[in-house]
């Protein structure tokens, strides 16, 4: 069965500090990976997906088949960045459903 | 376009009253997905749609829930009878099927009481 895990509920960091928030995920097959971000009670905004290899909003992730993990990194946070993040994973063949883990809060302190 | 349009933004109902929600997708989608969002189970996908036509309604709770899609600019999800545990922000998200990429409405909040 496919499953995204997000173990930290909630992680806590300064300004400045680097951030990760971890993603692991099981599927036998060739997964399309994302990460959406909610503001405060505001709509899931597309923050990256694996095969664009974006950088947006400072954020990068990598996919690694190996270790079967889509991280969420950012060398430096922002306040502004204080937000809940979804790591979600998608067939290719199912036109986007997601299967979304549970969301890790990033609270960043001044 | 404007997005994924959902309506009502918010609705309080008392139990055992119908509740219908709305969905306008993005023009040219194919795609129309339902989830709901609670604190204790997260993002769950209720059914999808693909041209129109239910694809996987597993995840819809029970008999209860019913969802529609008449045409390819409009969606409608329908708890009757509703039940206070039926609270939860509902969402409706599309995608092209050329991109797979789902986009997400500003949700319904639900309160049922």
């Known amino acids: 069965a496919q499953r995204v895990t997000q173990p930290e509920k909630l992680l806590s960091v300064f300004k400045g500090a680097p951030v990760e928030l971890k993603c692991n995920y099981s599927y036998s097959g060739s997964p399309e990976l994302f990460w959406y971000v909610q503001y405060s009670r505001q709509r899931l905004q597309l923050l990256l997906r694996?095969?664009s290899r974006e950088s947006i909003k400072g954020f990068t992730a990598d996919l690694n088949k190996g270790e079967t993990s889509f991280h969420l990194k950012k060398p430096f946070a922002q306040e502004e960045d204080s937000a809940m993040y979804y790591c979600?994973?998608?067939?290719?063949?199912?036109?986007?459903?997601?299967?979304f883990g549970q969301g890790t809060e990033l609270s960043v302190k001044p | 376009d404007a997005g994924v349009i959902q309506s009502p933004r918010h609705e309080v109902t008392e139990m055992g009253q119908e509740v219908t929600l709305r969905c306008k997708p993005i023009?040219?989608?194919?795609?129309l997905f339902w989830y709901r969002q609670t604190m204790m189970r997260g993002l769950e996908l209720l059914i999808y749609?693909?041209?129109?036509?239910?694809?996987?309604d597993s995840g819809m709770p029970e008999d209860r829930f019913s969802a529609k899609m008449p045409n390819a600019s409009f969606s409608t999800l329908k708890i009757q009878p509703s039940e206070p545990r039926d609270s939860a922000v509902y969402f409706c998200?599309?995608?092209?099927?050329?991109?797979?990429?789902?986009?997400f409405g500003a949700g319904t909040r639900l309160s049922v009481l």
């Open positions: 979600a994973l998608s067939k290719r063949n199912q036109g986007g459903k997601l299967i």
């Open positions: 998200a599309s995608s092209f099927s050329g991109s797979l990429v789902p986009y």
């Open positions: 694996h095969i």
């Open positions: 023009s040219g989608h194919d795609y």
């Open positions: 749609f693909n041209n129109n036509v239910p694809i996987d």
